[in-house]
């Protein structure tokens, strides 16, 4: 009865810290059932953290999955008329870099010794848990690759372009379907030198480069842009690289959307990451992570008006094709959607590949470039109800690192009790949240007024 009367106190001294969620600022509770100071807490921490970071060193999604030059040339020697030969030999070809079944061992392991070190209920803990998760999944995905568990997995990952925003409500083929009644008309008629394709990569690698020397100003020793000859998108960030398609061509509007979303976004969020002294952990990102890194760039793009026509146009028509290849459309098929709606053969050839890398050209999608839209849609919402509901707060903690939106409440935690950094680099939007708080205040007002009624009864003006 003793022994009984001891554990529920202990029970309740630890069910008053803020980790259920009263935590008391000084004092945790060790596997041992002792209380220990934050300072033990963070080396648990930051040891865990470095040990998740160690494991998921060698795992690259993106490069497990590409397709080499060869397969281009032969698509074009075939003028464009036969599939790709990819399947799960050619994959094997190319190997990940490392031993699958080592790998999810690995991830067993740091996930056992998390619950022993901090437990489950730890708001760190409950991440890295996550992440262990996550990478185990990305682990059996790319184990996977050429077959129809690859997608499967993918799927789970980054959703389904049939996925709804909420019970019964619009999927995201609602908000494509949407986007292309208006988009088209939109790059006609805003069409202007802006959108010119004046830039060869070198020279946007010189521009791009001084953008970001000027942004990250206490890092501009290791930040930099560079060119690539294995990209399949024009431009792509890296742990300290921005990284530039070396026989892309760019816009004006091309280079400033790559400055804030490739450079004040991804880059800083990582710089963010990497200079968490405990939670280093948010230097890396799991699927989950990059659905809301995704949707935080498009939605600084939107904040910073480096958002345009074109460019909206681009990442609706992934939906598009995304569908088409969930519904059963093969490599060719969306190819010829994508050439009919004014694409290049290059162009319409590098984003088909975006839709079917990892997968087969008759297979099911990787659905990773779902995130812009899924993950815009979802901060924009955050954000506009952390501004409701007076939780102005959470918002710059998007910023410290790579994180899921899903674990704001638990990073909220951590850096309130010290575990993580403010963010050293922050856009100015969030920076300064007065005129955008501002703005979204007046959002959530128009979204109570019936808009078919108003679009009757401003018709006359338009008309």
Known sequence: MVVLYQIFTDFARYSKTKYLPHYSAKITLSKSGVFMDNTKVAETIKYLSEQLIAAQKEIRILDAIKWDDKVEADFFKNNCQKLPKIDADYYAKHPLGFNPEDKLSS??????????????????????????????DVVNMLAARGTPQFAAIAKSLYGSSNDAFYVNGPTMNDLANMMNQYAPHLVEKTSNEKDLKKYHAADACKILNEKMQQYFTQDQHTVGVELSDTLVSDAAAGADKIRIRQDAMFSERDLRMLEVHEGWVHLGTTLNGSLQPVCTFLSKGTPSSIITQEGLAVLMELFTFSLFPERVERIISR??????????????????????????????????VRVFRGSTPDGQPFTKDLAYNKGFIALFNFIRLAIKNNHLDLIPLLFVGKLRLEDIQHISVLYQEGFIQPACYVPYPINDLAALSCWLCYSLFINKLDLNRLESDYAGLIN
């Open 107 to 136: 991830f067993y392991q740091i996930e056992n010794q998390i619950k022993q070190q901090l437990g489950t209920m730890h708001p760190a803990a409950q991440i890295m848990l996550h992440m262990c998760q996550e990478y185990r």
């Open 319 to 352: 939906i598009n094709a995304i569908d088409m290849a969930e519904r059963g459309a093969d490599f060719l098929q969306v190819f010829e959607y994508l050439t009919d709606k004014g694409l290049s053969s290059k162009q319409a050839y590098n984003r088909t």
